[in-house]
């Protein structure tokens, strides 16, 4: 059973960054997909960035603000997030799948228990 612990989240004035781990633990999950999803004003849980053996990928919102890495000796990834802005205000959740086809919402996917990012203008 994978347990995905997320932390790092906080409140932030506009262009300021914060930083969001998220501790794997459980199984190895060095070859898995692991992503970062927030929650959207309707309720769905969209993908924000994943990393994983296949492809990586960046949501269109935050590229050029957001990075993610993973230290697979830790079995942690990283959301890097920049200049942020208001509407980067969700709960932003952990992710982890076998390949990042499957990660998300409807499919084979851990997930964290979520943590709180506010930014104020």
């Known amino acids: 059973q994978v347990q995905l612990v997320e932390s790092g989240g906080g409140s932030v004035e506009a262009g300021g960054s914060l930083r969001l781990s998220c501790l794997a633990s459980?199984?190895?999950?060095?070859?898995?997909?692991m992503g970062w999803f927030r929650q959207t004003p309707t309720g769905e849980r969209e993908r924000v960035a994943s990393?994983?053996?296949?492809?990586?990928y960046m949501g269109r919102s935050v590229k050029g603000r957001f990075t993610i890495s993973r230290d697979s000796a830790k079995n942690t990834i990283i959301l890097q997030m920049n200049s942020l802005r208001p509407e980067d205000t969700s709960i932003y959740y952990c992710?982890?799948?076998?390949?990042?086809?499957?990660?998300?919402?409807?499919?084979?996917?851990?997930w964290g228990r979520g943590t709180q990012v506010t930014v104020s203008s």
């Open positions: 459980g199984s190895p999950l060095d070859r898995a997909c």
């Open positions: 990393i994983g053996p296949q492809y990586d």
């Open positions: 992710a982890a799948a076998r390949t990042c086809d499957n990660l998300g919402p409807g499919h084979q996917t851990y």
